[in-house]
């Protein structure tokens, strides 16, 4: 058994291909119509057969918007990418205008970074910097 497929919702999926494709780096995998929504995965561009992110049009349902704003005045993360640098993600991603609402910080063994997707949800970013090269 592995993970192949997870899921995230958003408030709107044509932002939410925009910034997970435009600003994250992520390639689109599937963009299927089914009525006024799509099945919308994107995947990492380094691992195109990988975990595939469905980018669900859940958002505007009055349960996922009050799931998501507790899980935001939480300040917990939806989901997490690992990243190489997670400095060097953070200062690339804020030259691009994407909002941390947490700076890269230690944490335990990793460091890590909040990020604002604009569709919802908080996103972390993290890298281990003793496996970095």
Known sequence: MRIALTSLSVDDQDKAERFYVDML???VKHSVPMGPM???TVVSPADPDGVELSLEPGG?????ATFQAWMRQQ?????????DDVDVEHHRLSDQGVVF???????????AAVLDDTC???IMLYSNPATAA
Request: overall charge positive; proline content about 15%.
């Open 120 to 122: 919802g949800n908080l």
């Open 38 to 40: 799509r099945y919308l």
């Open 25 to 27: 780096g992520f390639v």
């Open 75 to 83: 300040g917990i993360p939806a989901i997490a990418f690992h990243v």
């Open 60 to 64: 505007q349902r009055a349960e996922v």
């Open 101 to 111: 609402t947490q700076p890269p910080a230690p944490m335990g063994p990793i460091r």
